[in-house]
């Protein structure tokens, strides 16, 4: 019993592991596109789609039939949405799991390095940067935003992949192409 629960356990602190795409999201996945949009029908599956590609690169860990961009040294990841709130809780639990289960989500638990992590300021339970190990050494960051923040935040740094969970304002869409 105590194995099957280990076996349970292991299970879902992997998901990367376990995701399928739809065939419809495989162009996507597969594109080599610098710049691309996912535009669906609203709870089908994008926001799980992307924070499964933002595993995969922030990891370095990639599925066999992958055909898509591919980074093979850690990256640094800006992700944004509309609220702090609507980061938590949509994204960041896309790829660290629900509140309280951190490691349930699509970046294994075991590649998150738990003592990097910084909480933001003013939103319970939301992170604003994370470390994640990458399979060929050193760490990848991601960092989250919203838009509310201002253009101001989304300013000085040079990273190798934004995701914008929603569109953004012009403003902040220029800025953040800038930094890539």
Known sequence: LKALEALKEKETENQLAKFKPYECQLPFLNSTA?????????????TFCVSYEMACHLTGIYPSWWRGLRFVAPIDVWIAGVTAVRVRDTVQEKLFGRIGK?????????????DSIIKKTGTPYA???????????????????????????FMGSTIDVAWFDEEPPADINAEVKMRL
């Not at 610098?34 to 994008?46: S, W």
């Open 34 to 46: 610098k710049i691309r949009a996912l535009v669906a029908g609203n709870q089908i599956g994008k």
């Open 102 to 114: 951190l490691g349930t989500g699509m970046i294994p638990k075991n590649m998150i390095v738990v």
């Open 127 to 153: 992170f604003d940067r994370v470390e994640i190990k990458h399979v060929n050494g050193g760490c990848s960051t991601v960092q989250f935003f919203s838009y509310d923040q201002g253009m101001e935040k």
